[in-house]
């Protein structure tokens, strides 16, 4: 083997894990701080906007995960289609800026502050308690370089069962958001 | 130093608790729809974390499943939404409260 093309492997290899790396840490943070922002803030059109940013981020975080048809499937149904489907519903019924900070139910603050701790602490404890420190796998090498056709052919042998039934859940969605929707005339 | 999948479900396990923060606080139920829709993608995400560590399809499969089932979640919600709407002329759950004792 050419010692030559070896080392440019090697170096092509690593300045795509520091690539992976710089992308990381300079998007980790933004989608965690616009969950946040979508949280807490009180006018919910800047929660949707924040919501999408953070889909972006997940898409990309799904390219460098190796899942690139998922990572489109991201931008178009998620980003695209579910979001705007969010933002006609809150054209259709006014926006209203609720306060935020205020609580109806008294006490519910601290108690849901304490269980979402508990949560989070135990996910994390399950993190690093259980062994999940591999280096992952080349998941190209694995779909033979074509993540399209690996997914379709998974879909369409093992789960085209439950691939048919999406279909007939779709279906079932459709008819009752259009029976939901309908005004009924006296 | 790299980007090892752990990473991954660290961040997910981080947003899916914002998720669950913002349905325990929230009481504009546009919002909290978005944030189940956050707790979904945050499973995706470990989902795909998952099938990364493991070199396995599979779960980039099941991750699709949930995109599908959360697309039709989002269609029937936003329609009970509009129709609570028409009613009571108001987003927030409190004001759901036809079943309260």
Do not use: H
């Not at chain 1, 790396?21 to 989608?31: E, K, N, R, Y």
């Amino acid at each position: 083997m050419n010692p030559v093309s070896t080392a440019s492997v090697l170096a092509a290899t690593t300045a795509a894990q520091r690539a992976e790396l710089i992308i990381f840490v300079i998007l980790a943070p933004v989608s965690v701080l616009t969950a946040l922002g979508m949280v807490l803030n009180r006018n919910a059109v800047y929660s949707a906007l924040l919501l999408v940013v953070n889909f972006f981020c997940l898409a990309v975080f799904y390219v460098l995960l190796q899942a690139q048809f998922l990572a489109v499937v991201q931008v178009i149904v998620y980003a695209g289609a579910i979001m705007v489907l969010f933002l006609f519903v809150l054209m259709l019924l006014g926006i209203s800026n609720e306060d935020v900070l205020k609580e109806t139910i008294r006490g519910q603050r601290p108690v849901a502050a304490v269980l979402v701790a508990l949560l989070l602490a135990g996910v994390v404890w399950a993190l690093f308690t259980k062994p999940f420190s591999g280096a992952g796998v080349d998941l190209n090498r694995v779909a033979n370089g074509d993540n399209v056709r690996a997914i379709g052919q998974l879909l369409f042998t093992r789960y085209v069962f439950a691939f048919e039934t999406t279909g007939l859940l779709l279906v079932v969605a459709a008819v009752g958001a259009l029976v939901l929707g309908k005004r009924r005339r006296p | 130093m790299k980007v090892a999948p752990s990473w991954y479900l660290v961040l997910s396990a981080l947003l899916f608790t914002i998720g669950v923060a913002g349905v325990l606080i929230r009481r504009n139920a546009i919002v909290v729809f978005m944030c189940v829709e956050l707790m979904l993608n945050a499973v995706n995400l470990s989902f795909i974390a998952f099938s990364k560590l493991n070199g396995d399809l599979n779960g980039q499969v099941l991750s699709f499943f949930v995109m599908v089932v959360a697309a039709a979640e989002v269609v029937v919600g936003l329609g009970i939404l509009v129709a609570i709407f028409r009613k009571r002329s108001s987003t927030s759950v409190d004001d759901v409260n036809l079943l309260k004792g």
